[in-house]
């Protein structure tokens, strides 16, 4: 059902990015009190829900994003603003317990060192390397969505609670 306090436009915004984000945090690197999480990409779709999620989770979030977004991940309620623009996320995130990459290439390849042992990398946009991840002896997994009715009614409550702001940039 859609959150009653979504509109339809705002309610479209929400299941396959809502899903992603939620299959990344709570399903595959079922994120705990007290650790520490990267967003790559935070200011994109994905980083809209992921970020609020990994904090009703009890994570301190570090987020990535150009210079612009860097008062909007703020807004959403980073820890910690990186742009990558200006600075180099590896000297400031180290030893973190989840990396959620929504940007792939170059920024996935830094990223292994990044997770500490026993911690997982979840890359939305490419394929995680077995052998990067042995080398730093971190879990990896490569996530495609998928639809679950369960979890949207999860993901509804919280929108419908204000823990989840959803944000329109542009509707057509």
Do not use: C, H, M
């Amino acid at each position: 059902l859609k959150p009653a306090t979504l509109s339809f436009a705002e309610a479209a915004a929400v299941p396959s990015i809502a899903l992603t984000a939620w299959q990344s945090l709570v399903d595959k690197a079922n994120v705990q009190p007290g650790q520490t999480v990267v967003i790559q990409g935070a200011s994109g779709g994905v980083g809209i829900f992921a970020i609020p999620i990994a904090k009703i989770r009890g994570a301190r979030v570090l987020a990535t994003a150009s210079t612009a977004n860097q008062d909007f991940l703020k807004q959403l309620g980073a820890d910690v603003a990186i742009d990558y623009k200006t600075q180099k996320f590896e000297d400031i995130a180290k030893d973190v317990d989840v990396v959620v990459d929504g940007v792939g290439g170059e920024t996935l390849k830094r990223s292994y060192p990044i997770v500490k042992r026993g911690g997982i990398l979840v890359s939305l946009v490419g394929r995680v390397d077995q052998a990067e991840l042995d080398k730093y002896g971190i879990r990896g997994v490569s996530l495609e969505a998928q639809y679950n009715g369960d979890q949207l009614a999860e993901i509804g409550k919280l929108i419908d609670a204000k823990k989840i702001k959803v944000v329109v940039s542009e509707t057509f």
